[in-house]
């Protein structure tokens, strides 16, 4: 039986030869969530100049404890100037002017907020040291440094450290296409009475959307039979994807459709040491001319999404950080497969499971926050052994 480490290898490994993402310019206000294509470096020193951290005065810090004349007042925006000399009011973001090399906080000379004229003066209670309260250049980052790596998923604090860099634009990985086809004669549209013996398809929503937050372009579809022509013209009408990631049809039972039309064009089928999700397919198979990388998840929800997290996720846009924390409650796992279950954070901290570890449970995965890992060879844990979780609540 394969594992879940070799599959996902396996999974890599196949989109990695198949897929080879464009690059594009796109402005940075529509970077939102795009991948960096190659590393940027800032054209500027961050912060550009040295500057008051905070308001107060700038001296330098060869003048002695005592009575200092005003000389002078900036405010964030003025232009750098020259030092002239005693103590200069300064505001938090202006300019340190030359010369001066620490700022002494205004509460300390005076009540707060409150600024002598120029002209009047300040008693220093203490010699000040040097570089006290300033923001040198460049100490965040040097011009000419590597801002960001290639690799990077530009979020808020990202797409703000590019825009402080002056930068306006930014080359990015093209968002991959991927067609996503949920099948089952048992399925059902939303939005119509339900027939006896009938479900409503949550995988085409759940999958298309995991996608998108994922950085993929999801073109969802459905095939509510288990006729094999009605698979094919799903995937011969898709039009060139980079991806095709299916849901259901992969057992070796009876109306199997995904795998009755994929294994003879190459797509493997087999267990994964997993649950949920054991059952997968992987390959590739032409479409629109061209092989394209199938993904084959299992049908039950809650296996489609698992699979997604596992396999597809990483690849997409990057593996979910893992942290360990310590169980809330004893749970038994098959030693033989790596079990992932869902679960919450108590407000102590404690790993505290929601549901069984059945794969049709999807209201209790869509009121949880976390994956919990239970590898192989772990048949029971005890309540406070520590286990190894991914947060999957942004």
């Known amino acids: 039986m394969t594992t879940v480490a070799e599959h996902q290898g396996a999974v890599r490994e196949l989109i990695a030869q198949h897929w080879h993402p464009a690059v594009e310019r796109v402005p940075l206000g529509a970077a939102l969530g795009r991948v960096l294509a190659r590393s940027v470096s800032s054209p500027v020193d961050l912060p550009p100049f040295d500057n008051s951290q905070m308001d107060g005065y700038a001296v330098r810090t060869d003048a002695s404890a005592g009575a200092l004349a005003v000389t002078g007042h900036l405010a964030a925006g003025d232009p750098v100037s020259a030092f002239a000399g005693g103590a200069v009011a300064i505001m938090t973001g202006a300019p340190l002017p030359r010369g001066a090399d620490a700022v002494v906080p205004v ?4 009540a707060p907020g409150v600024f002598e004229p120029v002209g009047g003066s300040i008693t220093l209670p203490e010699p000040v040291e040097t570089g006290a309260f300033v923001r040198r250049r460049g100490s965040d980052l040097a011009a000419g440094d590597e801002l960001l790596p290639a690799g990077t998923v530009l979020g808020a604090a990202q797409l703000g450290a590019l825009a402080a860099s002056g930068l306006t634009e930014v080359s990015v990985r093209a968002r991959p296409r991927v067609l996503v086809i949920s099948t089952g004669a048992e399925l059902a549209a939303a939005g119509i009475p339900l027939e006896s013996g009938r479900i409503y398809d949550a995988n085409s929503m759940s999958l298309a959307a995991a996608i998108t937050a994922a950085g993929g372009v999801a073109l969802a579809t459905a095939v509510h039979s288990d006729d094999p ?3 094919s013209a799903a995937l011969e009408s898709a039009g060139p994807v980079d991806l095709v990631v299916t849901s259901g049809g992969v057992s070796a039972g009876a109306h199997e459709v995904v795998r009755e039309v994929l294994e003879p064009r190459g797509v ?14 992987l390959g590739a198979v032409p479409i629109a001319g061209r092989p394209t990388p199938v993904l084959a998840f299992p049908g039950n929800p809650v296996s489609v999404l698992v ?32 079990q992932v279950r869902r679960g919450r954070f108590t407000a102590d901290g404690l790993v505290e499971l929601v549901g069984g570890p059945s ?30 979780v991914w947060r999957i609540d942004d």
């Open 107 to 110: 509460e300390a000379v005076g």
């Open 229 to 231: 022509a009605h698979f």
């Open 268 to 281: 493997r089928f087999g267990p994964v040491a997993m649950q949920p999700g054991g059952p997968q397919g």
């Open 307 to 338: 699979s997604f997290e596992l396999f597809l996720r990483p690849v997409l846009r990057a593996a979910r950080p893992a942290q360990w924390a310590p169980l809330a409650a004893s749970v038994d796992s098959p030693a033989e497969k790596h």
């Open 359 to 388: 794969s049709h449970l999807l209201v209790a995965y869509a009121r949880s926050e976390l994956l919990v890992h239970l590898p192989v060879g772990l048949a029971h844990a005890d309540a406070g052994d520590r286990v190894e």
